[in-house]
């Protein structure tokens, strides 16, 4: 991936992408199924919380494609959370979907009092930051926890917990070649101190958070059973 894409950059534009993918497969489902049976409310809700977070700051600290990419895929969430809230709440599952969302959010906010941007900006901006990082981290917890709790996952709701897997692979992959290819503009935008490694950090476990499950996903569909069936211990 270091040799075949020059701009890496345009990693983080593919990886909203292929998000935007996944999100597409649940309005597909939404719309024609009229279900959202297996789509955990708290998970999009986490998703909403750390978009609209990052969407601040970036009018704050930043203006640029990430900006406008980052306020479509809010806009998108958005519309997910209100059709569990609203036209489809009755085939929500809420009774898979009880993992405390404060267990996430007190974490992750600590954490971003603790490590954070060594930049110029505000102190409230830079904790804020921190903290929409390490929520994104994270915000998949619920669905993975609902899925579980189910065994079996539907179709549906497996293609776009696949897309998320991967767009956040390839977003892992773009912090990490730029690290690699030693951008000046990078280090200088993180500042100093642990919040460079705390952002990488972020970064794998997102990943890896993910991982299993895409594993089960690929092994289902290479076996042609199609049907993902979840072990005890993925979460």
């Known amino acids: 991936m270091w040799f075949v894409i020059e701009d890496h950059d345009s990693l983080f534009v593919m990886s909203e992408g292929v ?14 199924k009229r279900n959202c049976g297996g789509l955990s409310l708290r998970s999009q809700e986490l998703t909403a919380l750390f978009l609209a977070t990052r969407l601040f700051c970036s009018f704050m600290m930043e203006y640029d494609i990430h900006t406008l990419l980052d306020l479509l895929t809010l806009l998108a ?22 993992l405390n969302p404060l267990i996430i959010l007190v974490p992750c906010l600590l954490l971003a009092v603790v490590a954070h941007p ?3 900006h505000a102190y409230a901006f830079k904790i804020l930051w921190a903290f929409c990082v390490y929520l994104e ?32 692979f390839i977003s892992c992959a773009h912090w990490v070649l730029q690290i690699l290819d030693g951008d000046k503009y990078l280090w200088q935008a993180l500042g100093s101190g642990i919040w460079p490694i705390m952002v990488l950090v972020s970064e794998v476990v997102q990943t890896f ?22 072990p005890a211990g993925i979460v």
């Open 137 to 168: 981290a994270v915000s998949v917890l619920p669905q993975l926890r609902m899925m579980q709790k189910a065994k079996v996952v539907e179709k549906f709701t497996a293609h776009y917990v696949f897309a998320l897997g991967l767009s956040r």
């Open 19 to 32: 998000h935007f993918l996944g999100i597409g497969v649940l309005a597909y489902k939404i719309i024609r």
């Open 118 to 120: 060594g930049t110029r």
């Open 209 to 230: 958070i993910l991982a299993d499950f895409c594993y089960y996903y690929v092994k289902s569909y290479a076996e042609g059973t199609g049907i993902i069936h979840l």
């Open 77 to 98: 969430t958005g519309w997910v959370v209100y059709t569990l809230r609203g036209p489809l709440r009755e085939s929500y599952q809420r009774e898979l979907d009880g």
